[in-house]
Nanobody, 115 residues
Framework: VQLVESGGGLVQPGGSLTLSCAGS????????ISWVRQAPGKGLEWVST????????ALEGSVKGRFIISRDNAKNTVYLQMNSLKPEDTALYYC?????????RGQGTQVTVSS
């Protein structure tokens, strides 16, 4: 199982970024995928989850109305579209999944929101 995140960067408050998570080594379309993040000096925080078909999603309260999670199973990729970014969204963002009872996570992509 391999998950590779990309798309992070430095953005001004109010800006947008779209993160990508490419999966390989497992039957990608059969598994829920989540995004979690870790801000400097803090623990992991769940951000969003999408089901296998991509027709059911969940978002953490502080990102509702600003972030959108989606997936393209033909490309084995999950996306996190982030709009109206705030400084408190600054974190290392990871995608995660659980396969056969084991949790897997990518190396993360850094998002920094600053003027």
């Amino acid at each position: 199982v391999q998950l590779v995140e990309s798309g992070g960067g430095l953005v001004q408050p109010g800006g947008s970024l779209t993160l990508s998570c490419a999966g390989s080594g497992f039957a990608f379309s059969r598994y829920y995928i989540s995004w979690v993040r870790q801000a400097p000096g803090k623990g992991l925080e769940w951000v969003s989850t999408i089901n296998r078909e991509g027709d059911n999603t969940a978002l953490e309260g502080s990102v509702k109305g600003r972030f959108i999670i989606s997936r393209d199973n033909a490309k084995n990729t999950v996306y996190l579209q982030m709009n109206s970014l705030k400084p408190e969204d600054t974190a290392l963002y990871y995608c995660t999944t659980r396969v056969l009872g084991q949790d897997f996570r990518g190396q993360g992509t850094q998002v920094t929101v600053s003027s």
